[in-house]
């Protein structure tokens, strides 16, 4: 099994920056793509980027693309946000997935591994 937990949610106005953490243990070696999703309640849970280590490569939902990067170190995922917006308000979940896909996966069913999720607020 994988066991992931993210850290580094917080409170930060509009435009700040904050980096959530995502670390992976027990048997990392079947994790082939590592993924950020984030939820509001009432809503389904949104992709927002992934990064497959294998071939180093990234996707990200095109609301964040140009704010925040996905990047890796060992058994650690990062998501750094900046020029953060009220709208990026949420609960945000590392997810992993040990299966190979084509292209990088980005529905919620196709990661079975799950961590409990870290509050980011961005006030206006």
């Known amino acids: 099994q994988v066991q992931l937990v993210e850290s580094g949610g917080g409170l930060v106005q509009a435009g700040g920056s904050l980096r959530l953490s995502c670390v992976a243990s027990g048997r990392t070696f079947r994790l082939y793509s590592t993924a950020w999703f984030r939820q509001v309640p009432g809503k389904e849970r949104e992709f927002v980027a992934a990064?497959?280590?294998?071939?180093?490569i990234t996707r990200y939902v095109d609301s964040v693309k140009g704010r925040f990067t996905i990047s890796n170190a060992q058994n650690t995922v990062y998501l750094q946000m900046n020029s953060l917006k009220v709208e990026d308000t949420a609960t945000y979940y590392c997810a992993g997935s040990g299966r190979y896909y084509a292209s990088i996966p980005s529905t919620a069913d196709e990661y079975p591994y799950w961590g409990q999720g870290t509050q980011v607020t961005v006030s206006s």
């Open positions: 990064f497959e280590k294998s071939r180093g």
